[in-house]
């Protein structure tokens, strides 16, 4: 399935069923950037963290016929994700799609933000984890 980057606003935007995913540290702090908004938006803080997920792995909450995904990419807040870590938890993410179901995923770049990788590099790992799958994938982004 293709995977596209596309301007738009990911909490509006995407078919209201279109998983979610974004990236977070292990601690669930989630307390900057788009980590904080999906906090707010869909709670579930005791929930992802009786979880018990480590770094590479991959938390997620069910809210209104949707899956919200929470990559797992860093030890704590303040800590900067290593690549293999990332490419990890989008693999995990993949496998976790396919067992539950997910067909249409959308995301913010993740990783590309306060996490500091190349946004080059994160559309070359999301493209190449999903591209045998049945996985539509759309990123989005806002504009500057």
């Known amino acids: 399935m293709p995977f ?12 209201p069923t279109d998983a979610l995913a974004h ?12 980590a904080a908004i999906f906090k707010k938006k869909f709670n579930g803080l005791s929930e ?25 990419t860093k030890p704590t807040a303040w800590d900067k994700p290593t690549k293999d870590d990332f490419k990890k938890s989008l693999v995990e993410l993949r496998n976790s799609c ?14 590309a933000g306060l996490d500091g990788l190349r946004l080059d590099f994160v559309h070359e790992c999301v493209s190449n984890t999903f591209e045998e799958s ?6 989005y982004y806002l504009p500057s």
Do not use: W
Not at 4 to 15: A, C, H, N, R, T
Not at 28 to 33: E, I, S, V
Not at 52 to 71: Q, T
């Open 23 to 34: 990236c977070v540290s292990q601690d669930l702090r989630m307390g900057k950037g788009i």
């Open 48 to 72: 992802l963290k009786q979880q018990d997920k480590k770094v590479g792995e991959v938390a997620h909450l069910h809210r209104e016929n949707r899956y919200i995904f929470y990559l797992i």
């Open 134 to 139: 049945n996985i539509e994938v759309t990123m």
């Open 4 to 15: 596209k980057e596309i301007q738009g606003d990911l909490f509006v935007d995407p078919d």
């Open 98 to 111: 396919e067992k539950l179901g997910v067909t249409k995923l959308s995301l913010p770049r993740i990783g």
